[in-house]
């Protein structure tokens, strides 16, 4: 869940690696540290400076610093696993002579036996994190020959891990080296880089290349080779990308999470195009053969990509009449879940490179399953290995909190769910039109449904001051409620809790005192009335409750709801991608009142690329 960059060139890498650093931020903001070779004199040592805190406390520290400078560089932003943050536990790490320098993305699980036998041959370590392991490693085994000792340092390494290494006796390149977390190289004019993610140098080359597992790269300023890790050559495809650079600016609003919030009418109509055209469904991978194969489905995802297949689940039961079961990736491989070749398992993933999810996708296809990934960056880890591959074009998410990623998942998810039902003859061609017309209908919907802004953002300042929040809802607004209450808590720092709103009575109902915020969606008609006896029962232990309703049901729910807040009204299997729109807004305005760190809230990072 951190960040690495790299750049060989002939241009100032330390001014490079801060920019690229600060593009990266999102994937963790404990601390920052970047490492060069000065070539201004030679040196014994590579040349590092590293600080706790956000790259902006790094900027101006290296800022201060006028003689560090160097062409080839690599630098480090943090999400802390092993040891809290800290200078000392900053990336990047060196060993004892301080020749080589490492930064590392992932996890060495095996790090504490390396250091134990290292310890016992008088090797000191200085910090706490499992990183520094591999840096005093390939110190102890440094032969003269750089890249046979990185070859034999990750051979050595068990876990996951995307490294950038330096070594101050060969000060004209960077070693690479991917095992399982994401590394990706770019090609520019006499300069070349590496990083975690492509937003590191878009701005600079659309040339890229992807490691693939168990790959190493010597990367120098005007020439690139790449290796197994047998030490083999191998050949590489470099592709060129179409990335919008506009993506990873504000573009004139307070927060890219607003942002974000505002362009969803764009991500799903582009989503949907890429798929729907001529009055049809385009997904050749899925055929009726092997449809009329499958008797059960598995939705598998993490985090918000799993809120949208507990959305997903009731639009595929309903439509294509096949057994549908949603699964956090996490828990998924570890307890055995009964699969086999007449099961679909779809795997959503935002980045493509979320590590449980990935291990869960690796689980199904040993267990013969075909899979299919629905995710977002092209030639991602996850889609790679899939079987098949649905791309969202929601265009990059800067944000921590998802929002337009999430919308076009869902959207995506109804586009399956009709095509299975089609494919199969589970629904009428009558019912197929409507179906389709709905689901292209929606950019301009989610675009109307975000006109009600400036009201949720007066009842956001009303509420903004409550300690616990709970979010009730019945059926597909129940699984709006799960995403809702996510999203609240992520970014105001609040207590919350989403609940079945048939559950209350089973225990939930007792921590309802006078005054606690009661968010109940309500726009499933044929459980509406339920929902209501529940927004009395709560109301009558002295909550306050805030409604979520179609516009139709506005004036049936204000007769006991404080406030009211209200959507388009659209089949119920495709009113989440409505719903979710006012809670995305009134969580962030609610962070924004309270101050809190929007784009990067406490303790979280966009890509969870570890376990």
């Known amino acids: 869940m951190c960040g690495i960059v790299g750049y060989?060139?002939?241009?100032?890498?330390?001014?490079?690696?801060?920019?690229?650093?600060?593009?990266?931020?999102?994937?963790?903001?404990?601390?920052?540290?970047?490492?060069?070779?000065?070539?201004k004199e030679k040196k014994d040592k590579v040349e590092l400076i590293k600080k706790k805190g956000r790259i902006r406390v790094l900027r101006e520290t290296v800022e201060n610093f006028k003689d560090f400078f160097g062409k080839v560089g690599i630098g480090h932003t943090r999400w802390a696993t092993h040891g809290e943050p800290s200078d000392i536990n900053s990336h990047p790490h060196t060993g004892a002579s301080g020749k080589i320098a490492v930064v590392h993305n992932g996890i060495i699980e095996n790090y504490m036996i390396l250091k134990k036998n290292l310890m016992q041959k008088g090797i000191k370590f200085a910090s706490e994190t499992d990183t520094e392991v591999v840096a005093v490693l390939a110190d102890y085994l440094y032969d003269g020959d750089i890249f046979e000792t990185v070859r034999k340092t990750a051979l050595s390494l068990e876990g996951s891990f995307a490294l950038g290494i330096l070594c101050s006796d060969f000060p004209d390149r960077i070693i690479a080296v991917?095992?399982?977390?994401?590394?990706?190289?770019g090609f520019g004019n006499e300069e070349n880089y590496i990083a975690s993610d492509i937003s590191a140098f878009a701005d600079r080359t659309k040339k890229i290349c992807r490691l693939d597992e168990c790959e190493m790269a010597v990367i120098k300023n005007s020439e690139v080779s790449f290796y197994n890790f047998s030490g083999e050559k191998i050949n590489k495809t470099?592709?060129?990308?179409?990335w919008n650079i506009g993506s990873s600016e504000k573009n004139g609003f307070d927060h890219f999470m607003l942002k974000e919030i505002m362009e969803q009418p764009k991500a799903v109509k582009e989503t949907l195009s890429a798929r729907c055209s001529n009055n049809d469904i385009l997904i050749d991978d899925l055929t009726k053969e092997y449809l009329e194969n499958i008797n059960k489905i598995y939705i598998v995802a993490c985090g918000s990509s799993h809120h949208v297949g507990v959305a997903a689940k009731y639009a595929f039961e309903k439509l294509s009449k096949i057994t549908t079961n949603t699964d956090l990736a996490s828990e998924f491989r570890y307890r055995s879940p009964i699969i086999d070749e007449k099961t679909l398992v779809i795997i959503i993933s935002q980045s493509g490179e979320t590590a449980d999810s990935l291990a869960a996708l690796r689980e199904a296809k040993h267990k013969g399953a075909k899979t299919l990934a629905v995710v977002n960056v092209v030639g991602s880890s996850i889609a790679a290995e899939s079987d098949c591959v649905i791309y969202t074009w929601a265009g990059m998410e800067v944000a921590v909190a998802t929002t337009k990623a999430y919308s076009a998942q869902?959207?995506?998810?109804?586009?399956?769910?009709?095509?299975?039902?089609?494919?199969?003859?589970?629904?009428s061609k009558e019912k197929f039109e409507k179906h389709f017309n709905n689901l292209l209908n929606l950019p301009d919907l989610i675009e109307k449904t975000l006109e009600e802004k400036t009201k949720v953002f007066e009842i956001a300042k009303k509420y903004c001051q409550r300690d616990n929040v709970f979010f009730i809802g019945r059926n597909n607004d129940y699984a709006i409620c799960m995403e809702g209450s996510l999203k609240f808590k992520e970014v105001s720092y609040i207590h919350s809790e989403a609940y079945p709103a048939g559950e209350l009575k089973h225990g939930t109902i007792s921590l309802i005192e006078s005054g606690t915020l009661v968010i109940a969606v309500a726009t499933n008609h044929k459980l509406f009335e339920k929902t209501i006896s529940n927004v009395r029962e709560v109301k009558a232990r002295g909550a306050v409750c805030l409604a979520l309703t179609t516009e139709d049901k506005r004036e049936e729910i204000a007769c006991v709801a404080d406030d009211t807040i209200c959507v388009p009204r659209i089949p119920p299997i495709m009113q989440p991608s409505l719903s979710v729109i006012p809670l995305q807004l009134f969580s962030y305005y609610v962070a924004l009142l309270r101050e809190r760190d929007i784009d990067r809230p406490r303790?979280?990072?966009k890509s969870v690329t570890v376990e």
Do not use: Q, W
């Open 603 to 605: 303790n979280l990072a």
């Open 238 to 242: 470099i592709t060129e990308i179409d």
């Open 410 to 427: 869902l959207s995506v998810m109804y586009m399956l769910a009709l095509h299975i039902a089609k494919i199969l003859n589970k629904i």
């Open 8 to 39: 060989v060139g002939k241009k100032s890498a330390p001014e490079f690696l801060l920019g690229a650093l600060e593009k990266l931020e999102y994937r963790g903001y404990d601390s920052s540290g970047i490492a060069i070779c000065n070539d």
């Open 178 to 185: 991917k095992k399982e977390s994401p590394l990706i190289l």
